[in-house]
């Protein structure tokens, strides 16, 4: 029985850089990691490691299963777009149609798409 989401992994180009884009931008924090043979990150929100950076890799020509983008539950939407301008990040924010739901799509470094659900009573960003 499936309980909950347990993580995501990204591969990453740049290790230093992917760590930097997700703490700086998502406040995630960088935590323990077990010593594996490449080098990586797990950053964590709370005591839950949420996202595995994977380093050191080529790039696949053709990118493994049909995951489309990770979301995560956010909140401060227009804070959120102001870190995402100041940084130049190109992003897509809309509202999801019957809940009323902000959803705003962005890429890290090396492409894959992150989705922010914000509550509904957020106003809409300047």
């Given amino acids: 029985m499936i309980v ?3 993580h995501f992994t990204v591969l990453s180009s740049d ?3 992917s760590k ?3 703490v700086e931008l998502l406040d995630f924090k960088e935590g323990y990691r ?3 043979s490449f080098p990586g990150a797990w950053l964590y929100i709370d005591d ?3 996202l595995h950076i994977m380093a050191d ?4 020509d053709k990118p493994a299963g049909v995951i489309d983008h990770m979301a995560f539950t956010a909140s401060n939407l227009q804070s959120m777009v102001d870190r995402l301008k100041q940084r130049g990040i190109v992003y897509d924010l809309h509202r999801l149609k019957g ?3 902000w959803q705003l799509f962005f890429h890290d470094p090396d492409g ?3 989705e922010l659900d914000f509550p509904a009573n957020e106003a809409e960003p300047h």
């Fill in 4 to 6: 909950g989401m347990n």
């Fill in 15 to 17: 290790l230093n850089r």
């Fill in 20 to 22: 930097q884009f997700y």
């Fill in 34 to 36: 077990p010593e594996f």
């Fill in 48 to 50: 839950q490691p949420i």
């Fill in 57 to 60: 890799r080529p790039m696949p």
């Fill in 99 to 101: 809940l009323g739901t």
């Fill in 112 to 114: 894959a798409k992150i």
